[in-house]
């Protein structure tokens, strides 16, 4: 991890002190964000997000429902265009609906459903129970400092951190809610460009979630 922690010139204690003191910091965040992840039993929330190619960008909005390890329900709510396009996931099965052609379409899990939310990025691998593992494989620095962020839908106020982890394709930088260890944003970079922006805008962490949102329809 790179930190930097020390601007002046400070007596060696003093330094010393300030070091110490970041350093247990930046170790905290982190068992704080893989604590939160390895114990998560359910993630509700709205999240934004905006694709750059080229000169060109693209805005999605979508509540997304999780239980892990294998439940998950992706409604598009953002543009107009996709409104009402519904993903479920429930152990095996995967099922698509698509309003704007009235079409139900019925997979299985290895031939339709196990990349739905990989490109959300650290996000996606927080709420699967997998920020340790993304942790351990990337290099990651950690903000010496915090910086408020404001939720959007409900514009409530909150104390972040950033981490930026180095990846082999590029680099992703999240902003974790300091109060819970969550994630709330995400950029994601290819290569030095930026490719997606994921912004969560509301969220709820381990509370219960009616199991029929999970239910696929029959098939017709």
């Known amino acids: 991890m790179t930190r930097q922690f020390a601007r002046y010139v400070l ?3 003093v330094v010393a002190l ?3 003191g970041a350093t247990a910091q930046g170790v ?4 704080q964000v893989q604590s939160a992840s390895h114990g998560l039993t ?9 694709q750059y190619k080229g000169h060109t960008q693209s805005t999605i909005e979508f509540s997304f429902d ?3 390890p294998d439940r998950m329900r992706i409604v598009y709510t ?3 265009s996709v409104k009402g ?3 479920i996931l429930n152990t095996g099965n995967f099922y698509t609906y698509l309003p704007s052609l009235d079409r139900q379409v019925w997979q299985d899990v290895k031939s339709g459903g196990n990349d739905q939310g990989k490109e959300m990025g650290f996000l996606y691998n927080f709420v699967t129970h997998g920020a340790k593992a993304f942790i351990d494989a990337n290099s990651v620095e950690i903000s010496p400092q915090t910086s408020s962020y404001t939720i959007a839908t409900t514009k409530q106020l909150i104390e972040t951190v950033e981490l930026e982890f180095t990846l082999p394709t590029g680099k992703q930088i999240a902003r974790i809610n300091t109060a819970d260890g969550t994630p709330v944003s995400i950029d994601i970079y290819n290569g030095d460009k930026l490719a997606m922006e994921v912004r969560v805008l509301d969220y709820s962490l381990d509370k219960p979630i009616d199991s029929s949102l ?3 329809p029959e098939k017709r």
Not at 42 to 50: D, H, V
């Open 85 to 87: 396009q519904t993903m």
């Open 18 to 20: 300030l070091v110490l």
């Open 11 to 13: 007596p060696l204690g």
């Open 42 to 50: 359910s993630y509700a929330a709205t999240i934004q997000m905006t």
């Open 66 to 68: 999780f239980v892990p």
């Open 28 to 31: 905290d965040i982190l068992d």
């Open 214 to 216: 999970f239910q696929i």
């Open 78 to 80: 953002e543009p107009a």
